[in-house]
Nanobody, 117 residues
Framework: QVQLVESGGDLVQPGGSLRLSCAASGKIFSIFAVGWSRQAPGKQREWLAR???????NHADSVKGRFTISRDNAKNTWYLQMHSLKAEDTAVYSC???????????WGPGTQVTVSS
């Protein structure tokens, strides 16, 4: 199996920046892609970004140009760099891993991002 844990969530003022981390462990070789989603209180989960093992990335139109997914292969860690944060970005941010071997998806517990003045 794959274990994921997010970190980096914080309280930040509007217009600020944060970089979230997603550290993977376990059967990392089985991971085909890693992505980020978020869920605000009372709202449905929203997909944000995805990176496949070949380095291809996709970002949701709603955050394209502000959020960027990246990876540090040596650390088995994926990142979500967020700029120009808005109050509407307040949510619990979670990373997920797609495992191709058994068509599984694994989720981290999430990290809270609060954008407020």
């Amino acid at each position: 199996q794959v274990q994921l844990v997010e970190s980096g969530g914080d309280l930040v003022q509007p217009g600020g920046s944060l970089r979230l981390s997603c550290a993977a462990s376990g059967k990392i070789f089985s991971i085909f892609a890693v992505g980020w989603s978020r869920q605000a209180p009372g709202k449905q989960r929203e997909w944000l970004a995805r990176m496949s093992t070949d380095g291809r990335t996709n970002h949701a139109d709603s955050v394209k140009g502000r959020f960027t997914i990246s990876r540090d292969n040596a650390k088995n860690t994926w990142y979500l760099q967020m700029h120009s944060l808005k109050a509407e970005d307040t949510a619990v941010y979670s990373c997920y891993a797609e495992a191709s071997a058994n068509d599984d998806i694994y989720w981290g517990p999430g990290t809270q991002v609060t954008v407020s003045s």
